[in-house]
T-cell receptor
Framework: QKEVEQNSGPLSVPEGAIASLNCTYS??????FFWYRQYSGKSPELIMF????GDKEDGRFTAQLNKASQYVSLLIRDSQPSDSATYLC??????????????FGKGTHLIIQP | GAVVSQHPSRVICKSGTSVKIECRSL??????MFWYRQFPKQSLMLMAT?????????EQGVEKDKFLINHASLTLSTLTVTSAHPEDSSFYIC??????????FGDGTRLSIL
């Protein structure tokens, strides 16, 4: 059974600091990895996706993937109070993630303290 | 960016009622649409995968006769919860994608069965 594990938190980070969110997955055949942000009562919003080992940067966000360790992380630089949300890690066995359903972690609740 | 519209956003109805939820991709033709369900403080769980013009593929434990999925076109999928009961109360979220691209989620439908 495919599993995606995340620390549920809450993770509390001061405004302006770097928030680091981690995720591990059980299916070694996973090919695509996603980070979604979900505000309370709302649906998930795509933040980043990564398919290859290494780092991928987009603005204040950096996704890191290590397939050998089955580990993916999300760094948020210069954290803002508006970043406070639940961050969901999701994986898919196909490249691109559009052909098959995603397996989600339970999410990490991030709180940015002003 | 890709826009996925879901309607209605909130439904409150009596036990035994059937409820239809629509999911539309507004600015692209989706090769595949997915239906997820999220219970309070839980992560999203895939219910079914739907391709235009073919029968939906249901995940283990999801009753296909209770959760009817119709995918009539490349921009519209519907989920009908038949004879809904209180245990069906949940947040239902659809997503749409093109091959090789990440999934984009609708705004979700909060279903409350009294």
């Amino acid at each position: 059974q495919k599993e995606v594990e995340q620390n549920s938190g809450p993770l509390s980070v001061p405004e302006g600091a770097i928030a680091s969110l981690n995720c591990t997955y059980s299916d070694r055949g996973s090919q695509s990895f996603f980070w979604y942000r979900q505000y309370s009562g709302k649906s998930p919003e795509l933040i980043m996706f990564i398919y290859s080992n290494g780092d991928k940067e987009d603005g204040r966000f950096t996704a890191q993937l290590n397939k050998a360790s089955q580990y993916v992380s999300l760094l948020i630089r210069d954290s803002q109070p508006s970043d406070s949300a639940t961050y969901l890690c999701a994986v898919n066995e196909y490249s691109g993630g559009g052909a098959d359903g995603l397996t989600f972690g339970k999410g990490t609740h991030l709180i940015i303290q002003p | 960016g890709a826009v996925v519209s879901q309607h209605p956003s909130r439904v409150i109805c009596k036990s035994g009622t059937s409820v239809k939820i629509e999911c539309r991709s507004l600015d692209f033709q989706a090769t595949t649409m997915f239906w997820y369900r999220q219970f309070p403080k839980q992560s999203l769980m895939l219910m079914a995968t739907s391709n235009e013009g073919s029968k939906a593929t249901y995940e283990q434990g999801v009753e296909k006769d209770k959760f009817l999925i119709n995918h009539a076109s490349l921009t519209l999928s519907t989920l009908t919860v038949t004879s809904a009961h209180p245990e069906d109360s949940s947040f239902y979220i659809c997503s749409a994608s093109r091959v090789g691209e990440p999934q984009h989620f609708g705004d979700g439908t909060r279903l409350s069965i009294l």
